[in-house]
């Protein structure tokens, strides 16, 4: 195995997870049955970047969930003690998962903090529709493309999504060996 994460496939299975919440509670795919995909986010507490981003992805779970495609966080890093903390002050509205192994976090190609994946379910079964950031500036004021609401936009209008991957900027994520 590589020491560096490497996205999968545009077009590929998603993989699949079983994670704890900050409750204590698995989540996996199949909690999202009824569902028309999931947007995955990986997130961390500390990361300047993340911190910047955890409103835009509050928002994602505000307009995006009640049209089928809730937001997933996947913390690579943190303790589920941080977490729970973190997602208390700040509200979150999403489920927020703990890869304590970092395992899935790898196998995602999550190589900085909010790196972000669309998943779609084709055939009931989920594929990766984009890979990459969530928009294109880390200060809100300054966005000019906003990646995963133009691709959900597509996804929802039956539309080819143009920009099936970008590159997001945060934080390396550190694994551990």
């Known amino acids: 195995m590589s020491d560096t994460p490497t996205a999968p496939s545009i077009n590929s299975n998603a993989i699949g997870f079983d994670l704890k919440n900050i409750d204590g509670k698995s989540v996996s795919l199949e909690n ?3 569902s028309k995909g999931v947007i995955l986010v990986f997130l961390t507490n500390n990361c300047p970047i993340a911190k910047m981003y955890q409103s835009r992805v509050k928002d994602l779970q505000e307009k995006y969930a009640k049209l089928g495609f809730p937001v997933v966080a996947i913390d690579p890093a943190d303790s589920r003690e941080d977490m729970k903390t ?7 509205n999403f489920e927020y998962l703990h890869d304590a192994d970092q395992k899935i976090s790898f196998a995602y190609g999550a190589i900085v903090n909010t790196h972000t994946v669309i998943l779609v379910k084709e055939k009931g079964a989920y594929k990766i529709a984009y890979i990459g950031a969530i928009d294109d500036n880390r200060d809100e004021t300054k966005i000019t493309t906003k990646y995963v609401e133009t691709a959900i936009a597509s996804i929802l209008a039956k539309e080819e999504i143009k920009t099936k991957t970008s590159i997001a900027k945060g934080c390396t994520i550190t694994y551990r060996k």
């Open 32 to 34: 999202f049955k009824d």
């Open 86 to 92: 973190v997602a208390n002050e700040k509200g979150f």
